[in-house]
């Protein structure tokens, strides 16, 4: 079965973070969904909440107190999902369907992905040092705070600076997927793997369509079937087992094709 860490790697996150409530998380975050979307690319977003989600007295509370382990809430406009919490945010992405780009809001400290930091007052910065090892940007209404951010070696921008904040993670998500790729693009029929990590991060094709950062492509009529990451990994360690049992050979196979033929 394929780690957690295989298919968080696929997956370039950014946090936003802060020490403090009430510093516009939720308002930057938005802000970089727009700008992010209106590049094209297909996003999901994970938000933190200290809150409680799930009122008891509801109708899906009342199945969950019931005995429950996940309760789907489904209507025409949308479907909600509760089930037990996640242990941390690694474990809610490798639940989830692939997205090629993941925006979260807190998990300040996580060693997921990369940190993007509110900052109010300049004393926060050495805290945030000692808490996050992932601290890629500092944002901050303070343009002294971001001047002196910048001097001593960190990436840092207004607040308002959102359509700049959202190339720079656009340019990194491209370059953190098309880093997962080995070999030659030409096999794709494309001139540079930047080129196929931006058809991912568009959701115009699957890491695992044009090769071959998943192991396993299924064709049913000529068309591609698609998997779901785990699936593919599943499927790809379950396969090589069984042709390792039928064929001796003193080499590992590069690429194995299996014709299945339904009258």
């Known amino acids: 079965m394929p780690s957690i860490e295989e298919i968080v790697g696929l997956t370039p996150v950014y946090r936003i973070v802060a020490l403090a409530s009430g510093v516009g998380k939720t308002s930057l975050g938005t802000e970089l969904v727009s700008e992010l979307s209106r590049r094209g690319v297909k996003l999901a977003v994970v938000k933190q909440t200290h809150e409680k989600i799930l009122d008891e007295l509801s109708d899906p509370g009342r199945y969950k107190l019931a005995g429950a382990q996940t309760v789907f809430v489904s209507s025409p406009e949308l479907t909600l999902i509760y089930r037990e919490p996640f242990t941390g945010l690694k474990e809610i992405i490798y639940a989830m369907k692939y997205h090629p780009l993941v925006l979260a809001e807190g998990f300040l400290g996580s060693n997921v992905g990369k940190a993007i930091a509110i900052v109010t007052d300049p004393s926060q910065i050495n805290s945030l040092i000692k808490v996050e090892k992932g601290l890629w940007y500092i944002v901050s209404n303070d343009y002294e705070l971001v001047e002196k951010s ?63 950062a998943f192991p396993l492509r299924i064709y049913v009529d000529g068309k591609i079937v698609e998997l779901d990451p785990k699936i593919a990994r599943i499927a790809a360690s379950l396969l090589e087992g069984f042709i390792g049992s039928i064929v001796e050979t003193t080499e590992k196979p590069k690429r194995i094709k299996i014709e299945f033929i339904m009258e």
């Open 150 to 212: 910048k001097s001593i070696g960190f990436n840092a921008l207004l607040i308002d600076e959102t359509e700049h904040l959202a190339g720079e993670i656009y340019k990194d998500a491209l370059r953190l997927i098309a880093s997962k790729f080995k070999g030659s693009p030409d096999t794709c029929g494309a001139g540079s793997w930047t080129e196929i990590a931006e058809k991912i991060l568009h959701g115009i094709i699957m890491p695992y369509e044009c090769p071959f």
